[in-house]
T-cell receptor, first 116, second 112 residues
Framework: GAVVSQHPSWVICKSGTSVKIECRSL??????MFWYRQFPKQSLMLMAT?????????EQGVEKDKFLINHASLTLSTLTVTSAHPEDSSFYIC????????????FGPGTRLTVT | EDQVTQSPEALRLQEGESSSLNCSYT??????LFWYRQDPGKGPEFLFT???AGEEKEKERLKATLTKKESFLHITAPKPEDSATYLC?????????????FGQGTTLQVKP
C-alpha cells in the first residue's frame, strides 16, 4: 500500500511554455500533498504544501505565480510550471500523507523537467 | 532553528562490512524521525518512522535506532543492492503542516 505515481516521468519543453505535472495517490486518500524540487547531489527542497480543496502554502522564496499547485481531490495534485525557463530545469518530486499515518510521507518516482 | 545533519556524506563499504549512518537533529519537540532510501533518478522510498528515544525498528539488513539527539541506521552485512542515498528527516512539534526537515543524506556504496 501507499503508492504514489507521477506523470510524466520526464518532459522536455521550450522556454516560455508551461508544463503540468500530475501526482496521484493510487491506493489511499491523501490528506496532504507536498511538492519538492531536487538538484543534483542535493537533498530535497520543499516548494509547497497543499490540502484538498485549499490553497497551497508556499515556502519562502518560491514564486506562487510561477509554480501553480492545484489539489482538486484527495488523490490528485498538479504542479504547473508557467513560462518555464532553463533555470526551472530540475527533478520535481511529490509526496502524499494519508490519514492516520502520523505524517509519514510517501513519495512519487519524480519528474525530470528539462527546459530548452 | 530546526536542523538535521547527516554523517558521513559518503560511505564506501565492502560487501558484508557492517556500519552505521548517523542523523543528528535539533528540533523543538520531536514528533517523528523518518528514514528514506533514494536511488538515483527516483523518489525516496519510505523505510522507518521512529517516535521516541529508545525505539528501534528493523527491516532486513537495516535497523534504525533513536536517542534524544540522534538516530542511527545500522546496516548489517550489506550487499551491493543496498547502495543508495539514505535520507533522514524530522517532523517538528512546531509544524502544523506536516513539513519534514531533511538532512543532506548519506550516499552509500557497497562494493562486491
Amino acid at each position: 500500500g501507499a503508492v504514489v505515481s507521477q506523470h510524466p516521468s520526464w518532459v522536455i519543453c521550450k522556454s516560455g511554455t508551461s508544463v503540468k505535472i500530475e501526482c496521484r495517490s493510487l491506493d489511499f486518500q491523501a490528506t496532504t500533498m507536498f511538492w519538492y524540487r531536487q538538484f543534483p547531489k542535493q537533498s530535497l527542497m520543499l516548494m509547497a504544501t497543499s490540502n484538498e480543496g485549499s490553497k497551497a502554502t508556499y515556502e519562502q522564496g518560491v514564486e506562487k505565480d510561477k509554480f501553480l499547485i492545484n489539489h482538486a481531490s484527495l488523490t490528485l495534485s498538479t504542479l504547473t510550471v508557467t513560462s518555464a525557463h532553463p533555470e526551472d530545469s530540475s527533478f520535481y518530486i511529490c509526496s502524499a500523507s494519508r490519514q492516520g499515518s502520523a505524517y509519514e510521507q510517501y513519495f512519487g518516482p519524480g519528474t525530470r523537467l528539462t527546459v530548452t | 532553528e530546526d536542523q538535521v545533519t547527516q554523517s558521513p556524506e559518503a560511505l564506501r563499504l565492502q560487501e558484508g562490512e557492517s556500519s552505521s549512518l548517523n542523523c543528528s537533529y535539533t528540533v523543538s519537540g520531536l514528533r517523528g524521525l523518518f528514514w528514506y532510501r533514494q536511488d538515483p533518478g527516483k523518489g525516496p522510498e519510505f523505510l522507518f518512522t521512529l517516535y521516541s528515544a529508545g525505539e528501534e525498528k528493523e527491516k532486513e539488513r537495516l535497523k534504525a535506532t533513536l536517542t534524544k539527539k540522534e538516530s542511527f541506521l545500522h546496516i548489517t552485512a550489506p550487499k551491493p543492492e543496498d547502495s543508495a542515498t539514505y535520507l533522514c528527516a524530522v517532523l517538528s512539534g512546531s509544524s502544523n503542516t506536516g513539513k519534514l526537515i531533511f538532512g543532506q543524506g548519506t550516499t552509500l556504496q557497497v562494493k562486491p
